[in-house]
């Protein structure tokens, strides 16, 4: 029978504009919770994987799986330590890369981290290093920055689709409220419409509050194959699906800007996987780094139809109550985006919910869970389904 | 910044060069080597191809928070434009309002400044996109006389809405 896995431990640091902490730091209490959470010894790990977007423009730092796993203090056992990158979606792939290793047979447990340090250079700067996920010579060069593509996709919607701005706006409400209740959470206020619609502008259409924030932080699993999770965890969440799809990097190559067929393909793909369909799933993390990924993101998962994601989103559907809680973390834009650490973030939120233990934002009995993590435009596609009650 | 990255795509961002598949026609913009209809039976088979230069814009933003090397521009338009050949290619639209800019609108390529890099470094020039009806708009530069002409215009910022 083929070999299955499971998570055994999470941990997540607080995210924000961190300045007392380094990425080491960061890196170091995510890991150790982790570690903790699922009590084993240093020495019962057999391999770290680190998805981290740039190290390198924003800290002059490659090389970081051996720095991060020298820190969390199992250098001494020359495991071995890989960095993982797909721009925003590093995280969601390093999960896989570590998922595939333990089915593999190569390890048995396996840690996962990712995490990013965004605020140690000015906002200019990370703008730029955020960007570096587009064509530099295709469409950075003429002056796109990515908040300006997801722009074009919203205005593109909005043509096609009849989207308005206050729907594109109760991405942001919505996601507030659910940080409001996150206390790991960037943001932990809420806002109303007329805030984020009077907001300033970032690329019109978008404001700041359509635009997930500049963040540091960390976030780390334990994998462990599944006989032996049962043995070690009173609550081990099993990983029933994963997928991974790709598209072209820059946007100009695609038919159709208002649809991310690397999110529909690997959805397909992770759920097909795990025998089940997407009315099975009961609370979802996705990747909203701008309000319009959302919409595009509960269109292209299935959730809803083509081109009514706004509406959906509007009538509270996605909301806690709803009929599918979506980014109950306070998703990217309330909880923040250290793009490395996001996909771990996200599984972390579901291992949460799967565990019954989310606190203010539970959602009831939830057994099914997805997480949906994006790199720049849609070039990378990440999606898993997490299962709890095994 | 070292200048070869920049000129080695002078043909493409000067003089609006494509390719096309000689299997299946379809068309290219930059130019590539193989096509995504055929793939390995196009190896070979693509030639270069001269956009026509005129096109609709098919989605835009008004960009407030820009990289470096543009913040004298803001606040400018980029926009997605579907070429008359199919092809869709990222610029800026210019001679133009952001509040008058629309999808559907027909645009043409104004050769002009993009960016320069301090008043040491590399200066660069490419297409941009003007309504048809602009008086800039339809100078596509062929020939290096008109290059020299284009490039001596003014960098768009400097002319602060």
Redesign the interface.
Known sequence: MAREVGIVGVGITKFGEVWDRSLRDLGLEAGVKAINDANIASEDIDALYVGIMSPGMFLNQEHVAPLIADWVGVAGTHIPATRVEAADASGGLAIREAWMAIKAGLYDIVVVGGAEKMTDVGDEEALETLSATVDQEWEAFFGATLPSLYAMIARRHMYQYGTTREQLAAVAVKNHKHGSMNPDAQFQSVVDLKTVLSAGPVAEPLGVFDCAPFSDGAAALVLCEWEKAKRISQQPIKITGSGQAGSSLSLSARRDITTFASTSTAAQAALKMAGRTLSDVQVAEVHDSYSIAEILAVEDLGFCKKGEGGAFVESGATALGGRIPINTSGGLKARGHPLGATGIAQAVEIVYQLRGKAGARQVKDAKVGLTHNVGGTGGTCLVHVLEGGA | MAGARFWR?KASRYNGLGARCGVCGKVFF?PRVVCDNCGRKSIGQMKGFQLKGTGTV???????????G?ET?I??I???IEMDEG??????VVDIE?KDVH?GMRVKDVFRK??EEGKAGVI?Y?Y?FAPVASPHGGATPQHPESLVAAASQPMDGAKKK
């Open positions: 795509e930059p098919h989605s835009f933003s008004v960009v407030h928070e820009p990289p470096r543009f521009q606040p400018y980029v926009g997605l092809v869709k290619l990222t610029a800026q952001p999808i993009v960016r660069h490419s941009k």
